[in-house]
């Protein structure tokens, strides 16, 4: 069952789940969670069936879901300030070379392209996450209590949906480590009016050690394995996804090495192990386990059906209406464009590279310090656009549904090659780059093949290391990775000061850049602050 509801139908499924009365959101620019006891209802009448563990988990994936997208512009969103979410793309590429303002920039974008982070902008604010992870508790408390109401909610049953629980929690915290470092801790859900609800941060390390990587190791216990993937539920093949994803950042952590590296490898060959939504074993052998290069947005556009999907999040137009997100084929003033930088290198020097005119609009011509259609991601989107408009004509803008990749084979490859060159093992490094590498080109003529990338070229970590991160770049272009892959290898400052100082050039405004590595992490937002007194502001704001 995908997880595309309505916010009108998620409130009547949590209805019937019980933990609506966890967290009450309202207007982002006004709260960061309010929080009601699970003791102002009564449990009798909840998890007590299947029907309601079905309901339970539908929240906390529409929790989810919201906080990547955006509660959507349908006629029932609750919440018209959040219709434009988009934290997906922002906490992900926002404050990197990937993307940048248009010329329809707004101040949420505007801040994140001159790392000028105020604590009023929407992008700080963790609520969301807060809100999805309380969900998540409510389920791993109460779920296992439904068998003795209800015989035909078996072991299977229960335990897939707390993995699924354990694993969401686990994906909600890396975000909170990856975007604002320390955090607090909430695994129980609030059950108690009298109960204390403000809480001090913790550090980031003991999150990972103490909540993310506990939680997905009982996650991968509990999961059903040997089971064809459905890419809308976190999966056995996501759960190990997101705990090599989880080594890779740890590794790069004070504390971190190689044994990271290490468990990042042990986590994707688990991972092939898995089967895929074609009910093939991923199996990680060769480049055909991939989407072909012929195919290549299949995995965006119908990731049920990819070979490479793993997960990714199901936005349905018709019930929750335009995703709008912040870089897309949708809108005709997107505040968010291709950085200048990397359309026009991209576009310049990968001639070859079939991954370009899928992405980005190839019309896009520089316009002053700005790139006509510049801000058309089309990667997600069976259309194109030409200079009439969009592609096929009397396409209805804003109406069209988005599946965001969380996560897929190619970025596992990648990942994979780099923790193979972080080991020092640039055989094995070279071997999956190249899978991503010679899928994507065409050949030079007079050539007939592609010719893959020669042991000779990347003879170092350092320099292996170097051509993964570019490659991630261009084959993960619009889903989400660009930022963290600066921030895990330690780049943001050598990357970003030059292209902030080349916008603050262009565009005339104050930038603060990366001098202070303390303004890597969030700000965190005033509406955090004023609900928790016990928090502290991260250092630099």
């Known amino acids: 069952m995908k997880m595309n509801f309505s916010d009108k139908i998620m409130k009547k499924l949590i209805g019937i789940a019980a933990f609506a009365c966890i967290v009450t959101v309202v207007s982002s620019c006004k709260k960061d969670v309010t929080e009601l006891p ?3 209802v009564s449990l009798d009448v909840y998890f007590r069936s299947n029907k309601d563990i079905t309901a339970a988990l539908s929240g906390m994936y529409t929790s989810f879901q919201e906080e990547m997208t955006g509660v959507g512009s349908g006629s029932d969103a609750a919440d018209k300030t959040e219709a434009y979410g988009g934290r997906y793309n922002y906490w992900g590429e926002g404050r990197s070379d990937n993307f940048d303002r248009s010329q329809y920039n707004n101040n949420t974008i505007t801040e994140l392209a001159f790392n000028a982070v105020t604590i009023n902008n929407a992008t700080a604010d963790w609520g969301g996450l807060y809100r999805t992870i309380l969900r998540a508790n409510t389920n791993i408390k109460y779920i296992p209590q439904v068998p003795q109401y209800d015989n035909l909610a078996t072991t299977t049953i229960v335990n897939n949906a707390l993995a699924q629980s354990y694993a969401m929690r686990a ?3 890396f975000y909170i480590v990856r975007v604002w470092g320390d955090g607090v801790i909430w695994t129980t859900p609030y059950t108690d009016v009298t109960q204390q609800q ?4 913790l550090p980031k390390a003991q999150i990972i050690d103490s909540v993310i990587i506990p939680d997905l190791t009982k996650a991968y216990s509990l999961i059903q394995k040997n089971q064809t993937a459905n890419v809308w539920y976190i999966n056995e093949a996501a759960i190990c996804a997101i705990m090599a994803d989880v080594y890779m950042w740890r590794a790069g952590q004070p504390g971190g090495g190689q044994s990271d590296y290490q468990n990042a490898i042990a986590w994707t060959q688990k991972l092939f192990l898995a089967k895929a939504p074609t009910g ?9 386990n991939l989407e072909s290069q012929a195919t290549w947005k299949n995995v965006f556009l119908s990731p049920t059906t990819s070979p490479e999907g793993i997960w990714s999040i199901n ?6 209406g335009c995703a709008c997100l912040p870089m897309q084929t949708q809108l005709s003033n997107n505040p968010v464009q291709a950085d200048t930088a990397i359309y026009f290198k991209w576009k310049k020097n990968n001639k070859t590279d079939t991954r370009f005119g899928k992405t980005i609009d190839t019309l896009a011509t520089p316009t002053g310090s700005y790139i006509a259609h510049g801000d058309k991601l089309l990667k997600y989107f069976t259309n194109n656009y030409s200079a ?9 803008a804003l109406n069209l549904n988005v599946y965001l990749v969380m996560y897929r084979l190619s970025d596992v490859y990648l990942s994979l090659a780099e923790a193979y060159a972080q080991t020092n093992d640039l055989t094995n490094a070279l ?3 190249n899978y991503i590498y010679v899928r994507a080109r065409v050949p030079i003529p007079p050539a007939t093949t592609v010719t893959p990338i020669p042991a000779t070229q990347y003879t170092t970590s350092a320099a292996m290391e170097n051509a993964i991160l570019q490659e991630r770049q261009y084959e993960l272009f619009g889903e989400g990775k660009r930022w963290f892959d600066l921030v895990r290898t330690g780049n943001v400052k050598t990357i970003m000061d030059p292209i902030v100082s080349r916008r603050q050039r262009l565009y005339g405004t ?5 001098q202070d590595l303390n303004r890597i992490y969030w700000p965190l937002s005033q509406n955090a602050l004023n609900a928790n007194r016990l928090l502290t502001q991260n250092a630099g704001y």
């Open 38 to 40: 699970l003791s102002s």
């Open 171 to 173: 994906e909600c915290y």
């Open 198 to 201: 403000s809480r001090p941060r």
């Open 280 to 288: 093939a074993v991923y199996s990680g052998a060769s480049a055909s």
């Open 315 to 320: 936005w349905d137009n018709t019930v929750n």
């Open 388 to 396: 009439a408009g969009i592609l096929p004509a009397g396409t209805t």
């Open 431 to 433: 071997k999956y780059l």
């Open 510 to 514: 104050a930038q603060i850049g990366f």
